[in-house]
């Protein structure tokens, strides 16, 4: 969370943080936090994730590789990044670019502070990519930062939307089978052309499913599979979990993933991405607030206050002299184009507080209403001003 300047918005105090359907999913999966945080004997689980982000994005359309086009301008790379650094217990995040963009990851890295990250270079396919991120992890280098993993998690650099709970699902099928795999149902019924191009047969839809990611496995078992593999296999497989089969007879253990697992492969899939973010963002705002009394007014109105991409600064007024609001606006827009550059929008919102209980709640519902609206439009015009509500 990025506080405003010293002096001017008083504590840097964020909101409440109250159960909406998010927070019921966490809290259903603390039992899974501490399996997969934890082994029985007490010691601590490593885990360590792999990202292969070097392709050029075909199907896309578009010049610049999938994984690097931006969605509410920031790149798509950085929302997953985002999303596995939420997760506290993966310790390490090894992401496979190639050559020509290790210049461009390194910025992004930078421009969004991400932590725990290191890159290595991509391989020309899937396979070659993951197995390169695997030889860093493996590896005992004497300055390197990794360390090898117990359980390592295999995800698209393009699907943002992974959540923890689906993470702590696949690691602790993984511990406990040595791999294992998110799946969904399938969506259309798969079919068998024959040479001709006539239809040869059709797959029994109820009888099958869609292998998605993130997938995860007992280090030892995924790397000597891809130490076996073929040069077939890595020039054209893309199932990681059939190489665990292959190559160390590991059958993966098949956990169902949650709608949000898609991945971003279309151009219209932006669209759909921008969609989404914004609506995850328009329900997890940061608030900073001037003292815990004004947080508990805001928390009743607010369901999902959590920690988020935009800040919401409250301020209130009451008793400060005319020429000290005017220097408050100015610190709200000269800090707001700082943050900017990180993508950040920053807006100053001025709530009337008044003593009738009815007339602060209808001033504080308005200040939602606002919010919402700034979040889900980002009006990029509107920042640095002070609205009222």
């Known amino acids: 969370m990025e506080p405003g300047p010293p002096g001017s918005f008083g504590p840097a105090e964020p909101g409440p943080c109250l159960s909406g359907q998010r927070g019921a999913d966490h809290a259903a999966s603390a039992s899974l936090q501490s399996a997969a945080r934890t082994e029985p ?16 994005g075909e199907r896309m359309g578009v010049p610049t590789p999938k994984q690097f086009c931006p969605i509410l301008e920031r790149p798509l790379i950085s929302y997953t990044l985002q999303a596995l650094e939420r997760v506290y217990w993966i310790k390490d995040i090894v992401v496979a670019v190639t050559g020509e963009n290790m210049e461009i990851m390194k910025s992004i890295i930078q421009k969004y502070q991400h932590k725990r990250i290191s890159l290595v270079e991509a391989g020309v396919t899937r396979h070659r990519s993951i197995f390169s991120g695997l030889k860093a992890l493996a590896e005992d280098q004497l300055n390197s930062k990794l360390s090898k993993p117990e359980v390592v998690i295999i995800h698209d650099a393009v699907r943002p939307f992974v959540e923890e709970d689906v993470l702590l699902k696949v690691v602790t099928a993984a511990k406990e089978h040595g791999a294992a795999g998110a799946i969904r149902p399938l969506v259309s019924t798969v079919i068998s052309p024959s040479a001709d191009g006539c239809l040869d047969h059709s797959l029994e839809r109820a009888r099958h499913r869609a292998s998605e990611m993130p997938q995860a496995f007992l280090f030892d078992v995924i790397y000597e599979a891809y130490q076996q ?44 991405a921008e969609s989404i973010i914004k609506e995850i963002i328009s329900q997890e705002i940061c608030v900073v607030m001037d003292s815990k009394e004004d947080n508990k007014h805001v928390g009743h109105l607010l369901e999902e206050v959590l920690k988020s991409e935009l800040n919401v600064h409250f ?27 990180r993508n950040i929008l920053l807006y100053g919102l001025l709530i009337s507080y008044p003593q009738d209980e009815q007339k602060l709640q209808e001033s504080l519902r308005q200040g939602a209403i606002i919010i919402a609206s700034l979040v889900k439009e980002r009006n990029s015009g509107l920042i640095g001003q002070l609205l009222i509500a």
């Open 229 to 272: 593999c073929t040069d077939y296999d890595l020039e054209f497989g893309t199932e990681c979990l059939q190489l665990a089969l292959k190559y160390c007879r590991t059958k993966a253990k098949l956990v169902e993933g949650s709608p949000d697992l898609w991945k971003v492969t279309y151009k219209r899939d932006l669209y759909a």
């Open 41 to 56: 004997g007490g010691h601590s689980l490593a885990v360590a994730a792999v990202l292969p982000a070097g392709g050029c």
């Open 315 to 341: 301020l209130d007024f009451k008793l400060v002299p005319p020429s000290q609001k005017m220097e408050n606006l100015m610190q709200i827009k000269e800090f707001s184009k700082k943050v900017k550059e």
